[in-house]
């Protein structure tokens, strides 16, 4: 849940309203219907601006209280910083985040009226610069950054302002039809990033296996088609590395199976696949007691596929894509699968388990090995909260890319500039490789102690033939990041607008 919000895109002229608010690039003039309501009123935009010490910095704010003569009582003017520059350097993964430029400009316009409490807002976005979807990203940051998981707070008011508050935002513009279908494809995104943030916030007990694989199934109502494994079907098909994982809890381990058909009957799917571990003790191999609580995210990449599935069936992708998640809780228990122990994996692989904690592994181990076999699909994209050493080597800001094929790898990182959910690509390569060698089985599920983020891909790419292939390493990226404008959550819902920007731009154009 979230504070309440509407957002409507009304056509220009303006009508009557109490606050108005219009943006300002630096060193810009107040330009447009704005400043044509300005100068009526006889008021003088640079003596204003001079005297409230306003150039147009990012974040800076003139509050004017307007006279009688204008149809509104108050305006608030809205430093935007410099104005992008439109040449947006791909291959350069340096770029700033210049691509979510609109989107934070929303979510910074929300914070603004939050602040000064105000909750009845026109704001008006008719300058030459403005595409349609630019106000759409507007739109998206604003939404995004309204989203707060409450659900479980019972004393929702704060002292100051007892009342609920509704945000009520009029978007005026001049071409209303242009602009409401750029929203609507925008917001196909945010819905399903905030389904994923949901997802990734709620806690364990009220999230296991059959729960998420529940919320899976609810996308046939937006004509998903979805199947469920059980434990026995799963048994069936040799799945013993994902079993072994789930097999210490009392909650059976599930796999989803999301299909969207949007595309030619008769093209093969792109497949996304998600680890997604309801809960990660770490087993046997018991983890720290200190900050357990946050792997109730480790299903973070199997929330990304849930919330990427939606997106594309609500904004009805023109493209086939299978998504598979494999879902497991990883606990300690008398049943529990221990180190020593070896499994054979879908593929016929066996692995020696040297540690229970490096249980994810082992989950997409048979869910893309699944997926290849079943659906053998154009190319196949894995998410995960895989290994703590990705966030060692790149923290927070980059998720790592690993792949065995360059096109992919540049499209990924490509897609995550233009969407602002970064991939940094990794090295994978022989030396690797020996370090997961097994004395008793083919491979084991660690590597030494150095480079574990790649061990780990290593170990992934065992179960994956000629076909195209990216993981995601998205353990320092998915929760626990630091706040920024257009995400105050601690789920960030990453890969989400990665992913179906990927698809847009490169599967159904
Ligand atoms: N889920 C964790 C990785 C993780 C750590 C995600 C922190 C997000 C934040 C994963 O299952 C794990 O425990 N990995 C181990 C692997 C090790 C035992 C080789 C790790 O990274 O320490
Ligand atoms: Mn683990
Ligand atoms: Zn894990």
Request: net charge neutral; proline share 5%.
């Amino acid at each position: 849940m979230s504070e309440k919000l509407t957002i409507k895109i009304t056509k220009l002229p303006l009508k009557k309203t109490p606050n108005l608010v219009v943006f300002v690039h630096e060193d810009e003039e107040l330009t447009g219907e704005a400043a044509d309501l300005f100068s009526k009123a006889g008021l003088n935009w640079k003596a204003l601006s001079d005297a409230g010490d306003f150039c147009g910095k990012s974040g800076q704010v003139l509050d004017i209280l307007t006279p009688k003569n204008l149809p509104i009582d108050r305006l608030l003017v809205l430093g935007i910083g410099k104005p992008q520059g439109d040449t947006l350097d791909e291959e350069s993964a340096d770029t700033p985040s210049s691509s979510t430029y609109w989107a934070e400009q929303g979510g910074r316009h929300l914070s603004v009226l939050k602040k000064f409490n105000l909750q009845q807002v026109a704001l008006i976005l008719d300058a030459p610069d403005m595409e349609p979807d630019s106000v759409a990203q507007i739109c998206a940051g604003i939404t995004l950054a309204n989203y707060n998981f409450d659900k479980f707070i019972s004393k929702k008011t704060d002292d100051e302002n007892p009342e609920i508050k509704h945000w009520n935002i009029s978007i005026y513009v001049k071409d209303k039809p242009a602009v409401e279908k750029a929203v609507a494809f925008r917001s196909a995104t945010v819905d399903g990033t905030l389904l994923a943030r949901d997802l990734v916030n709620e806690p364990p007990n009220s999230l296991g296996p059959v729960e998420f694989a529940k919320v899976a199934s609810s996308l046939s109502s937006l004509g998903v088609d979805v199947e469920i494994l059980n434990p026995s079907r799963m048994k069936k098909l040799g799945m013993e590395a994902l079993l072994a994982v789930g097999q210490g809890s009392r909650r059976p381990a599930q796999m989803a199976i999301m299909s969207w058909a949007g595309g030619k009957k008769r093209d093969k799917p792109l497949a996304i696949v998600g680890k997604g571990v309801v809960f990660d003790t770490g087993g046997v191999s018991i983890k720290p007691a200190g900050g357990m609580q946050d792997m109730k995210g480790d299903m973070g990449g199997a929330a990304a596929v849930v919330g990427l599935m939606k997106t594309l069936a609500l904004r009805k992708a023109k493209v086939n894509v299978v998504g598979v998640i494999g879902l497991a809780e990883n606990m300690a228990d008398g049943n529990a699968y221990r180190p020593g122990d070896i499994v054979t994996a879908m593929s016929g692989t066996t692995i020696e388990v040297i540690n229970t904690d490096a249980e994810g592994r082992l989950v997409l181990a048979d869910a893309l090995w699944y997926t290849q076999q079943k659906f053998n699909p154009v190319l196949m994209i894995n998410l995960a909260t895989l290994t703590g050493a990705i966030m060692g080597a790149l923290g927070q800001d980059y998720a790592g890319l690993f792949s065995n094929n360059d096109q992919l790898a540049k499209r990924l990182s490509a897609a995550g500039i233009a969407s602002g959910e970064k991939l940094w690509r990794m090295p994978m390569g022989p030396a690797y490789e020996k370090l997961i060698k097994s004395r008793f089985a083919d491979i084991k599920n660690i590597g030494g102690r150095y480079g574990g983020a790649i061990t780990a891909a290593q170990f992934l790419q065992h179960f994956v033939n000629e076909v195209p292939w990216a993981h995601l390493d998205i353990a320092g990226t998915g929760f626990g990041t630091p706040s920024t404008d257009i995400n105050k959550s601690w789920a960030s819902g990453f890969g989400v607008a990665l992913l179906d920007r990927f698809i847009n731009e490169n599967y159904e154009k």
